[in-house]
């Protein structure tokens, strides 16, 4: 099933899933713009830690109740809310990621797309 692109505004989008993090006390918050990258599979990533998997959870809920709630518009995939280490939440143009702290440093996302600009979120 191939993705559509969504009919909200894109900047808009970007700023209610940051605001659902720092709802939730979020660490870390980048986000990384990867429309000059070629073949990316969305136009931006969201990337933020949390301090625990229940942490990182509560986060995940309150970035899609911030988005439902700001835009109506759910996910279009989700992934990772079994083990809660890496949530991933889709909303095609803008995937946000989840991650509990050791995690995050591991797969390195922001050093897996070094040509990106990345703009960090002052918590």
Not at 96 to 103: D, G, M, P, S, T
């Amino acid at each position: 099933m191939a993705k559509k692109k969504t009919n909200v505004d894109i900047p808009q989008l970007c700023d209610v899933v940051v605001k659902g993090m720092q709802d939730k006390k979020a660490e870390n918050i980048s986000i990384i713009d990867l429309r000059n990258i070629k073949n990316a599979v969305a136009d931006y990533f969201i990337v933020c830690s949390g301090n625990s998997d229940t942490h990182a959870d509560s986060i995940a809920n309150a970035v899609e109740d911030e988005v439902f709630k700001s835009v109506n518009q759910w996910p279009w995939h989700t992934e990772g809310r079994t083990n809660k280490e890496w949530i991933l939440i889709d909303y095609v143009d803008v995937v946000a990621h989840v991650f509990i702290k050791e995690r995050r440093t591991f797969y390195g996302l922001e050093e897996l797309w070094g040509d990106a600009t990345i703009k960090r979120i002052d918590n």
